[in-house]
């Protein structure tokens, strides 16, 4: 059984940081993509950042620059840090997992299989 866990989450200033942790089991976790979502109530899930097995990186436009998504297989963690964080960033982050083995970064949520029960993001202004 898959299971993701996100921690890391919180309330934090325009302009801070905050570092999301997610950890994987229950299946192969080096040779897939892991992807970062986020939701706010009435809205999409919306693509943050993805990383792939071999380490293809690619990111929303809403958070270039600022996200840095990074993996250890070591401890099948994959990790989101922000910076520069914005009132707008406020949402539930969600760790995902994609069912494809050794394929590249993915965008799409349907190419996700797997998701952690998200964690809350507020930034206030």
């Known amino acids: 059984q898959v299971q993701l866990v996100e921690s890391g989450g919180g309330l934090v200033q325009a302009g801070g940081s905050l570092t999301l942790s997610c950890k994987a089991s229950g299946r192969a976790f080096s040779s897939r993509a892991m992807g970062w979502f986020r939701q706010v109530p009435g809205k999409e899930r919306e693509f943050v950042a993805t990383i792939s097995w071999s380490g293809g990186i690619v990111y929303g436009d809403s958070v270039k620059g600022r996200f840095t998504i990074s993996r250890d297989n070591a401890k099948n963690t994959v990790y989101l840090q922000m910076n520069s964080l914005k009132p707008e960033d406020t949402a539930v982050y969600y760790c995902?997992?994609?069912?494809?083995?050794?394929?590249?970064?993915?965008?799409?949520?349907?190419?996700?299989?797997?998701w952690g029960q998200g964690t809350q993001v507020t930034v206030s202004s």
């Open positions: 995902a997992q994609c069912f494809l083995t050794y394929g590249g970064p993915t965008t799409t949520r349907g190419n996700y299989d797997a």
